[in-house]
């Protein structure tokens, strides 16, 4: 059982973030993590449990090292994409990813003003919906 | 095909039809706790499955039984790969379950909130 694991959970972690911030849950399939994360199959399912534990994971390090920081230094500057991502789509079906979004917008409308916060997500998910020339 | 429920603490595995005879196994009982996650996972038929230790492997049709791979015990029932989940164990005899279910999604979303109220309880 404790066989040693040749990856960097922690950098994998990371890459599984920046993939989940990019692309629908159900569109990522397991193929897809193995592909992009260079972990075998059968490490991930024993490191992670599923696709789901890699998931929250990855959001909870995200919003920890990433999202955390950069409310702390400028929250106007604080990526969202994996966030607006997450509220939308994973929240309505996952409890704990629904306390997670909950607890890190409490923490903007803190850090800004629950006024400031909405129209800072809504320019966010328009900019997302604007061609960059 | 399995079919999967949830009684009580437990999660319960069982074989349908005739794999009961390929896969020597008709029913698993686990507890929650010893359920890691489930994740629906149409391309695992396509890597390698280990050795067979019990059951039977008829290769493009049917795998089911016991496997072993990389010192990891597995268990396999699929026929459909686009119907196959992997439910992870920790502490059972199998690591692993790879097994086909009537709606992935749905069992995924069941098995995997089980494992979350069962952790609040």
Known sequence: ?133 | MAQINIDGDNLIVEIEGWDKLWALKSRLEIPLANVRGATADPGIVRGPRGIRTAGSHFPGVLTAGAFRIDGEKVFWDVHDPTKAIVIQLADERYTRLIIEVADPRETVDRVERAIVDGGRA
């Open chain 1, 1 to 133: 059982m404790g066989r040693p694991r040749a990856f960097d959970e922690a950098e994998v972690v990371a890459s599984a973030a920046a993939l989940f911030a990019s692309r629908a849950y159900d569109g990522i399939s397991v193929d897809d993590l193995v592909t992009h994360l260079g972990v075998h199959r059968n490490s991930l399912y024993q490191t992670f449990g599923s696709k789901r534990g890699l998931y929250l994971r990855a959001l909870r390090r995200h919003l920890d090292h990433e999202v955390r920081p950069a409310l702390q230094s400028d929250p106007n500057q604080a990526p969202l994409d994996f966030l607006l991502l997450a509220a939308v789509e994973r929240a309505p079906a996952d409890a704990e990813v629904a306390t997670e979004i909950t607890r890190i917008l409490a923490e903007f409308d803190e850090a800004l003003s629950p006024a400031t916060t909405a129209a800072l997500l809504g320019h966010r998910l328009r900019a997302r919906a604007t061609p960059t020339p």
